[in-house]
Nanobody, 127 residues
Framework: QVQLVESGGGLVQAGDSLKLSCIVS????????MAWFRQAPGKEREFVAA????????KYVDSVKGRFTISRDNAKNTVYLQMNSLTPEDTATYYC????????????????????WGQGTQVIVSS
């Protein structure tokens, strides 16, 4: 059974940075497409970033391009989300997601693509 555990959330001020981590219990972590989604209060879950299983291709939602960076360390079974220049609009619960399908397409931006989810970590950005 694949389990995902996020950490690194917290309360920060606008302009600050945070780095989220997601540790994945999987024997073949390097085979998994990994992603971050977020859900703000009263809003639908939103795609943030994804990274492919092999050469590390990435996708980002337009609102975070140039500010957020997704990366992975296959030796540590961990995916990261470095978030810089945070704004109050980034306030949300951030979820890590994983799937072993290994098809890199626009589908990786959809929550339905992923079979495995973490419990979420909350990020609050004050103005």
């Amino acid at each position: 059974q694949v389990q995902l555990v996020e950490s690194g959330g917290g309360l920060v001020q606008a302009g600050d940075s945070l780095k989220l981590s997601c540790i994945v219990s999987a024997h073949t972590f390097s085979d998994y497409t990994m992603a971050w989604f977020r859900q703000a209060p009263g809003k639908e879950r939103e795609f943030v970033a994804a990274i492919s299983w092999s050469i590390g291709s990435t996708k980002y939602v337009d609102s975070v391009k140039g500010r957020f960076t997704i990366s992975r360390d296959n030796a540590k079974n961990t995916v990261y989300l470095q978030m810089n220049s945070l704004t109050p609009e980034d306030t949300a619960t951030y979820y890590c997601a994983a799937d072993s399908l290994r098809i890199w397409s626009t589908g990786v931006t959809r929550s339905s693509y992923y079979d495995h989810w973490g419990q979420g970590t909350q990020v609050i950005v004050s103005s």
